[in-house]
T-cell receptor, first 114, second 116 residues
Framework: EPEVTQTPSHQVTQMGQEVILRCVPI?????FYWYRQILGQKVEFLVS????????KSEIFDDQFSVERPDGSNFTLKIRSTKLEDSAMYFC????????????FGPGTRLTVL | AQSVTQLGSHVSVSEGALVLLRCNYS??????LFWYVQYPNQGLQLLLK??????LVKGINGFEAEFKKSETSFHLTKPSAHMSDAAEYFC??????????????FGQGTTLQVKP
């Protein structure tokens, strides 16, 4: 069964460093998302991406964040200068044809900012 | 604005007992409603979703949920708990509006413990 994959599973970085989290969505999916979950808190929407552009972003997704689909398979989330409060589990998701379709989630990347 | 409230961060049941996980939503437009399950070290997996067809929705692993507009609820149930049901469960909402971008709003999650 097709699945969303994410790499790395765990990323440790120093405050102020740039990180890139990578996701490979399911191959025929058109909608892509990033969510995050700070330890002990709820899963929060960051951004949705369709047709090579951001369709919606949350207040969390400020200028330090960017997303890109550099090729036909990868979907990346970049944090330009990490802060301690960026430490969280980051989930990538994709859905097939419309934004109402089921979103399939990856296993997540745990980001630890020291 | 939409929101989701899950009553009870931890629920403990005995194996074979009824599972009831509560979810209430707030939405100014007709909602789509979802239940996701997360097993340790895994991503979120869809259990079931409500998309304005039948109000009683059946999902995987014997779970079902009923959409009750008058109560703004979408509680998840399973008649008989199994040890393998132990996991974290998330209720989520998105809107059916024309401008829907697929954004999911999640509740806080409920950890289900199943005792032998």
């Amino acid at each position: 069964e097709p699945e969303v994959t994410q790499t790395p599973s765990h990323q440790v970085t120093q405050m102020g460093q740039e990180v890139i989290l990578r996701c490979v969505p399911i191959s025929n999916h058109l909608y892509f998302y990033w969510y995050r979950q700070i330890l002990g808190q709820k899963v929060e929407f960051l951004v949705s991406f369709y047709n090579n552009e951001i369709s919606e972003k949350s207040e969390i997704f400020d200028d330090q964040f960017s997303v890109e689909r550099p090729d036909g398979s990868n979907f990346t989330l970049k944090i330009r200068s990490t802060k301690l409060e960026d430490s969280a589990m980051y989930f990538c998701a994709s859905s097939e044809l419309t934004s109402a379709d089921t979103q399939y989630f990856g296993p997540g990347t745990r980001l630890t900012v020291l | 604005a939409q929101s989701v409230t899950q009553l009870g961060s931890h629920v403990s049941v005995s194996e074979g007992a009824l599972v009831l996980l509560r979810c209430n939503y707030s939405s100014s437009v007709p909602p789509y409603l979802f239940w996701y399950v997360q097993y340790p070290n895994q991503g979120l997996q869809l259990l079931l979703k409500y998309t304005s067809a039948a109000t009683l929705v059946k999902g995987i692993n014997g779970f079902e949920a009923e959409f009750k507009k008058s109560e703004t609820s979408f509680h998840l149930t399973k008649p008989s708990a199994h040890m393998s049901d132990a996991a974290e469960y998330f209720c989520a909402v998105s809107d059916q509006g024309y401008s829907n971008t697929g954004k999911l709003i999640f509740g806080q999650g409920t950890t289900l413990q199943v005792k032998p």
